[in-house]
């Protein structure tokens, strides 16, 4: 079955300490997504990529980085310059391209990141 | 700053009636409008969308409105049912080129009593 696939789904690091989180997609999308989730604030967006070697920084960029080396993967690391690193980590994949426009993002379940 | 809004929290509705979840945003240069359902622990789930050359889209027991002069859009349920409880984000995008980016609303938690 197609799908966005996120690892670990619980995760606890100490501070100071990076952490990658994995998200891999078998859906032939072209970008992908990383979201955050805190209580009473939504998803805020992190990074995002449209192609292979290229991504952009979103609202909430600092702190955190990716790569995009192939097109079904795009992992997120956590660093340790993220002042406030536990919450929800949210994968979304979608195809994009040209005037084609679904608006459609497929989620991942999820990573939850704890800093103890 | 917030350019999407959803006021309210939570909502509580009994089962068989009429879930509205409500909807505001500040940027009119948004084309293009979601709603995604999302339980604990899960990530969300596509529910339904509408353009902004339009102001009604229906799907089963999913309706949206969108009001453009008021820079608000609503979701409508009916029936709702116990299976419905879950939280739901609206979100916003603005169509620049090839970039699909979506900005969500902070969420609405319905509870659906039975």
């Known amino acids: 079955d197609g799908g966005i696939t996120q690892s670990p789904k619980y995760l606890f690091r100490k501070e100071g300490q990076n952490v990658t989180l994995s998200c891999e997609q078998n859906?032939?999308?072209?970008?992908m997504y990383w979201y955050r989730q805190d209580p009473g604030q939504g998803l805020r967006l992190i990074y995002y990529?449209?192609?292979?070697?290229?991504?952009q920084k979103g609202d909430i960029a600092e702190g955190y980085s990716v790569s995009r080396e192939k097109k079904e993967s795009f992992p997120l690391t956590v660093t340790s310059a993220q002042k406030n690193p536990t919450a929800f980590y949210l994968c979304?994949?979608?195809?994009?391209?040209?005037?084609?426009?679904?608006?459609?993002?497929?989620f991942g379940e999820g990573s939850r990141l704890t800093v103890l | 700053d917030q350019q999407v809004k959803q006021n309210s929290p939570s909502l509580s509705v009994q089962e068989g009636r009429i879930s509205i979840l409500n909807c505001d945003y500040t940027n009119s240069m948004f084309d293009y409008f979601l709603w995604y359902k999302k339980y604990p622990a899960e990530g969300p789930t596509f529910l339904i969308s509408?353009?902004?050359?339009?102001d009604k889209n229906e799907d089963g027991r999913f309706t949206v409105f969108l009001n453009k002069s008021a820079k608000h859009l609503s979701l409508h349920i009916v029936p709702s049912q116990p299976g419905d409880s879950a939280v739901y984000f609206c979100?916003?995008?603005?169509?620049?080129?090839?970039?699909?980016?979506?900005?969500f609303g902070t969420g609405t938690l319905l509870a659906v009593q039975p």
């Open positions: 979100a916003a995008s603005l169509y620049g080129g090839a970039t699909n980016k979506l900005i």
């Open positions: 979304a994949s979608t195809l994009q391209g040209g005037t084609r426009r679904t608006g459609e993002l497929f």
């Open positions: 990529s449209q192609i292979v070697n290229d991504f």
């Open positions: 859906l032939n999308h072209d970008a």
């Open positions: 509408i353009s902004s050359i339009k």
